[in-house]
């Protein structure tokens, strides 16, 4: 439908709820071809906001602010991404506040004078997104392997269900851990050990680490039915029992506030 002959573009396409708010990229990644409960199809949205070829021309290695032009120029303004050419700090956060709060995941700051490159942002392609922390407990940790082998380091991260007095379990990392850590660690946790399986070191529910994270997701893997995204370590909580992490309600709040 584009008046042109030849056209590549970067773009996403998303499934958005009927009050125009995006629903999660797994849901989204499970829309395609498939109903909403009344019969009829997911809304799905075309965001464009590159433009790699045009006509013959190859646009790849030409600054942002020229690709953007060839964008412009011809494809209609509902098909590309909000977009500002923010002058100063100010402006470009109330953009991204105004992005956040209907529901996107954040925004893309891009140099003008950058070239595309495929698969990678760099210096000049750089993701902003809000960060979010929860204070959880470990119950298990595994063996490293490679440059940390000898080490405890994947941490097996639960939160505490005050209905059942158990520990939720919610994910793994081995993120945003320093050598130092690493070695504090698997000190700390071979003293709360309480058995073995496999690589797998269970260890007593009392150790209370912040983790930073981008988001709670769906999960059929673990049994509250919630899986972290993209979790990393921040720091531990040795001023926190377990009895003061943040509960499984806690995280199951934030999840239905998606």
Known sequence: ALDVDRIILDGEVIALRRDGRPHPFQETMGRFGTQESDGSQPSLSLHVFDCLHLDGVDLIDRPLRHRWEALTAHVPDHLLV???????????????????????????????????????????????????TLDLVVIGVEWGSGRRQGWLSNLHLAAPDPAT??????????????????????????????????????????????????????????????????????????????????????????????
């Open 165 to 258: 007095g158990e520990f939720v379990m919610l994910g793994k990392t081995f993120k945003g851990m320093t050598d130092a850590m690493l070695e504090w660690q698997t000190e700390r946790f071979l003293e709360l050990e309480t058995g073995r399986d496999g690589h797998v070191v269970w260890v007593r529910p009392e150790q209370v680490v912040e983790i930073a994270f981008d988001g709670i997701q769906t999960s059929t893997r673990y049994p509250g039915g919630m899986a972290l995204r993209f979790a990393r370590v921040k720091a531990y909580r040795d001023d926190k029992t377990a009895e003061g992490a943040d509960t499984i309600d806690a995280v199951r709040a934030i999840y239905e506030r998606r």
């Open 82 to 132: 909000d977009r500002i050419e923010a002058p100063d700090v100010d402006t470009a956060n109330d953009f991204y506040d105004s992005v956040v709060a209907r529901g996107h995941e954040g925004v893309v700051i891009k140099s003008l004078d950058a070239a595309y490159e495929a698969g990678r942002r760099g210096a000049s392609w750089i993701k902003v997104k809000p960060s979010q």
